[in-house]
């Protein structure tokens, strides 16, 4: 026979949204699960940066010390697994809605209010070893990682019209040469104006990231006209990632979601509920620029939200 755990608030995702979200509903004194797979976005990085309090420390140690702070709560509830369907079900003899949720390992699990936080995945370029030095020497926000690199030489990988101010960006952490890789869409007035500001512009294909391990040494450009490949010294490379959903269930559910320059992120209100009532979302799964601190703070909300919800039966 299967048995249901049943919860008032179930948190899908562990990291700093739906740990933040879960610890507002544990001080409320409510039933909260959060179930996370234990494999938060940001993983690949060594230390998370610009956090209050917490600059430089390591993003996975800074979620097992909030998982313990939380787990003194004891209204709350941890389970490791992912799910794998979550849908809206109505209470028998009670016009509240609720959800029922599915993990992969065959558990069940019920809740009045669900609060998704379970990020988004990147989408790299397929450039051979970029993959391997994502969140150590290939990056994305200077604000999380710039200063460790300040004054070397850095780069960024061309995506769209967006890169040229993003080149621009960059270029107050250090040199900066924007990598075109093959790319011939970027205008000439935009050309013009990065090559006045004195940031460098190479046209060639990349053929592949060099250095030791994780380091970077440079970036090795397709040969061309018979000559040698030739290597551009650097010693870190940001790339705009593309973005999508890290789990299907937002979909499965019916939240709409919108479109953003990097992909798609969840619509919510200022509460945090998405457009399916008693549905709630937080961190990257609903932001166009992902922070560490921003991720948290709409945890936060959304536990607030969805605590409010259960008060006033929104």
Not at 76 to 104: K, R, Y
Not at 259 to 277: C, E, F, I, Q, S
Request: charged share 15%; aromatic share 6%; hydrophobic share 45%.
């Amino acid at each position: 026979m299967t048995t249901t755990q049943a919860y008032e608030v179930i948190v899908i995702g562990g990291s700093f949204a739906g740990l933040s979200a879960a610890m507002q509903l544990a001080r409320a004194r409510r039933r909260v699960c959060v179930v996370d797979a234990g494999q938060p976005r940001n993983r690949f990085a060594a230390a998370s940066h610009g956090f209050f309090g917490q600059d430089g420390e390591p993003p996975l140690a800074m979620i097992e010390q909030a998982r313990r702070k939380l787990a003194a709560y004891p209204t709350v509830g941890f389970v490791q697994g992912t799910v794998v369907s979550a849908t809206a079900q109505q209470s028998a003899g009670s016009p509240e809605s609720g959800f029922a949720v599915a993990l992969d390992d065959g558990t069940h699990m019920e809740a009045h209010k669900l609060v998704l936080a379970f990020g988004v995945q990147d989408g790299l370029p397929e450039i051979a070893g970029l993959r391997e030095r994502w969140g150590a020497t290939v990056l994305h926000c200077p604000y999380c990682h710039g200063y460790e690199f300040a004054g070397q030489r850095l780069g960024v990988l061309y995506h769209s019209a967006g890169s040229a101010m993003h080149a621009q960006l960059i270029a107050d952490w250090g040199p900066t040469t924007l990598f075109l890789n093959g790319d011939t869409t970027l205008e000439n007035a935009e050309r013009e104006r990065l090559l006045a500001l004195g940031i460098t512009i190479e046209p060639a294909p990349i053929a592949a990231l060099e250095g030791p391990g994780q380091a970077m040494q440079g970036v090795r450009l397709q040969a061309t006209g018979g000559g040698d490949a030739r290597v551009v010294p650097l010693a870190a490379l940001y790339v705009a990632a593309t973005t999508s959903p890290a789990s299907p269930l937002a979909e499965q559910l019916g939240c709409a979601l919108d479109d953003g320059p990097m992909g798609p992120y969840l619509r919510t209100d200022a509460n945090k509920m998405t457009t399916v009532p008693g549905v709630y979302a937080a961190g990257d799964l609903t932001l166009m620029r992902h922070n560490a601190t921003l991720a948290s703070a709409e945890g936060v909300l959304a536990g607030v939200g969805a605590h409010q919800a259960l008060v006033f039966g929104q």
